[in-house]
């Protein structure tokens, strides 16, 4: 028999690849951080041992989630202000207290609160877009999970960056510190069209060409920003882009909810990945994603569930469903974006998008052991008659019992082994004082 690191038994098995396969009693078997095999159980037993066995009869294994989109910092902004427009939001209470609180401290306690919340919800990579990303990534980096850091570029000043040129110069070094890190990658990462001019645009296309990263944008997010870019441009956002060069396969559309059909056709014929947030498109009635559209156009769709100040949380599970009840209310059929669809919208798509389908994104051999346990015997999600179908429906984040990230077991029965989480809590409880101390006037808009 073969000794290998860990091998999980399992109820069920999704690997996502093939679409909608769901294996009964079957076994995943990790060696080095990467699947090693995936076959029936009975065949494991027989062919290898290891010191590290778990049996899980009532639980399904998948891939680990990919959050295409996020502000993880920003989850120390969670509940700040909420159920106002989008750009009320952004100029009047999200912006103003950023100034007053975003420096490097914040970023790695906020970022370190985002992963604990990720973890206990399945989800092993993210892609993040804020300030101060050197932070973020040595958070990622010392938890464990995966992650795609943002190059964050915007025409002002803030306290990352004066101005773009240092904004990308900035960004290129921390490209350059991370390149041959397994665990993180980077993309760059403008803000929108209405926060970075042309200038700045043309050399991250340029740069994004050269070191061959994607590039991760807010895109068509309300009707503002495109009767803003009509008045300002003379043209639609996606246009400007296009102009530009930036539509490609490199690009990340983040959120694309006001769109015309020969713009759905673009995307499909440019390759541009969309990243759907349907929840934060929700709580400010941004817009909605025409999925179903895209999906036959042959637009590669993935999840992001935004920052947690606009969500207002990070629950991947919880996005799933969201898309796939959204994605069938909006095309007004109920065979739209079915849950094995939704399920690969949250696990390989995102890792499509984000250039890491080779590494991560389903559970075949000779990807990374990024895998999720998820407990479907509870009172909640039983009976199991059809086990994709119950996890988009009818399972809660809260089932998630294990997590393993590169092979390494970063939740393990519910507790994190990466990160000290009375800690996090006690230094967010601080946080949120101080916050809320001299942010009186956002703290009560209601």
């Given at each position: 028999?073969?000794?290998?690191?860990?091998?999980?038994?399992?109820?069920?098995?999704?690997?996502?690849?093939?679409?909608?396969?769901?294996?009964?009693?079957h076994?995943?078997?990790?060696?080095?951080?990467?699947?090693?095999?995936?076959?029936?159980?009975?065949?494991?037993?027989?062919?290898?041992?290891?010191?590290?066995?778990?049996?899980?009869?009532?639980?399904?294994?998948?891939?680990g989630?990919i959050?295409?989109?996020?502000?993880?910092?920003?989850?120390?902004?969670?509940?700040?202000?909420?159920?106002?427009?989008?750009m009320?939001?952004?100029?009047?209470?999200?912006?103003p207290?950023?100034?007053?609180?975003?420096?490097?401290?914040?970023?790695?306690?906020?970022?370190?609160?985002?992963?604990?919340?990720?973890?206990?919800?399945?989800?092993?990579?993210?892609?993040?877009?804020?300030?101060?990303?050197?932070?973020?990534?040595?958070?990622?980096?010392?938890?464990?999970i995966?992650?795609?850091?943002?190059?964050?570029?915007?025409?002002?000043?803030?306290?990352?960056?004066?101005n773009?040129?240092?904004?990308?110069?900035?960004?290129?070094?921390?490209?350059?510190?991370?390149?041959?890190?397994?665990?993180?990658?980077?993309?760059?990462?403008?803000?929108?069209?209405?926060?970075?001019?042309?200038?700045?645009?043309?050399?991250?296309?340029?740069?994004?060409?050269?070191?061959?990263?994607?590039?991760h944008?807010?895109?068509?997010?309300?009707?503002?920003?495109?009767?803003?870019?009509?008045?300002?441009?003379?043209?639609?956002?996606?246009?400007?882009?296009?102009?530009?060069?930036?539509?490609?396969?490199?690009l990340?559309?983040v959120?694309?909810?006001?769109?015309?059909?020969?713009?759905?056709?673009?995307?499909?014929?440019?390759?541009?990945?969309?990243?759907?947030?349907?929840?934060?498109n929700?709580?400010?009635?941004?817009?909605?994603?025409?999925v179903?559209?895209?999906?036959?156009?042959?637009?590669n769709?993935?999840?992001?569930?935004?920052?947690?100040?606009?969500?207002?949380?990070?629950?991947?599970?919880?996005?799933?469903?969201?898309?796939?009840?959204?994605?069938?209310?909006?095309?007004?059929?109920?065979?739209?974006?079915?849950?094995?669809?939704?399920?690969?919208?949250?696990?390989?798509?995102?890792?499509?998008?984000?250039?890491?389908?080779?590494?991560?994104?389903?559970?075949?051999?000779?990807?990374?052991?990024?895998?999720?346990?998820?407990?479907?015997?509870?009172?909640?999600?039983?009976?199991?008659?059809?086990?994709?179908?119950?996890?988009?429906?009818?399972?809660?984040?809260?089932?998630?019992?294990?997590?393993?990230?590169?092979?390494?077991?970063?939740?393990?029965?519910?507790?994190?082994?990466?990160?000290?989480?009375?800690?996090?809590l006690?230094?967010?409880?601080?946080?949120r004082?101080k916050?809320?101390?001299?942010?009186?006037?956002?703290?009560?808009?209601?």
């Open positions: 028999m073969q000794s290998t690191a860990t091998i999980i038994h399992a109820r069920w098995i999704v690997p996502v690849e093939p679409d909608g396969a769901a294996l009964e009693n076994s995943l078997v990790i060696h080095e951080g990467l699947i090693l095999d995936l076959l029936p159980t009975r065949d494991a037993q027989q062919k290898y041992t290891s010191q590290h066995v778990l049996t899980l009869n009532e639980h399904a294994l998948i891939p989630l959050n295409a989109h996020t502000h993880a910092a920003m989850t120390l902004f969670r509940g700040l202000a909420d159920d106002l427009p989008l009320v939001w952004l100029n009047e209470h999200i912006w207290a950023e100034s007053t609180w975003v420096n490097n401290e914040f970023v790695f306690d906020g970022t370190q609160l985002a992963i604990a919340e990720m973890l206990r919800g399945g989800t092993t990579c993210f892609s993040d877009m804020y300030f101060f990303p050197d932070e973020a990534a040595r958070a990622a980096t010392l938890s464990g995966r992650a795609a850091i943002g190059l964050i570029m915007i025409d002002f000043p803030t306290a990352w960056a004066a773009p040129d240092e904004y990308l110069n900035k960004g290129l070094a921390l490209q350059d510190r991370y390149r041959n890190n397994p665990m993180i990658s980077t993309v760059f990462a403008p803000h929108a069209p209405y926060t970075v001019s042309d200038e700045p645009l043309r050399k991250i296309q340029t740069y994004a060409e050269e070191i061959d990263i994607p590039i944008i807010h895109l068509h997010e309300t009707d503002d920003e495109i009767k803003g870019s009509l008045e300002h441009y003379q043209q639609r956002p996606m246009k400007r882009l296009d102009k530009l060069g930036l539509l490609s396969s490199r990340l559309a959120h694309m909810t006001h769109l015309e059909e020969h713009e759905i056709q673009r995307a499909a014929d440019t390759g541009i990945h969309v990243i759907h947030c349907p929840e934060s929700l709580k400010l009635a941004s817009g909605f994603c025409p179903d559209k895209f999906l036959q156009a042959g637009v769709v993935a999840l992001g569930t935004d920052g947690a100040a606009s969500n207002n949380d990070l629950d991947m599970m919880g996005e799933m469903r969201s898309a796939a009840l959204l994605g069938k209310a909006v095309a007004n059929d109920a065979s739209a974006i079915p849950a094995a669809t939704a399920l690969r919208m949250a696990t390989l798509n995102g890792a499509r998008a984000l250039g890491l389908d080779n590494v991560t994104g389903s559970l075949v051999k000779g990807k990374a052991a990024d895998v999720v346990a998820i407990h479907l015997g509870e009172i909640e999600s039983e009976p199991v008659y059809h086990p994709i179908s119950q996890l988009v429906y009818a399972t809660s984040r809260h089932q998630v019992s294990d997590v393993w990230v590169a092979g390494r077991h970063l939740l393990k029965e519910r507790r994190l082994t990466t990160i000290d989480e009375q800690n996090v006690e230094k967010t409880r601080q946080w004082d916050i809320a101390a001299s942010d009186e006037k956002i703290i009560n808009v209601r």
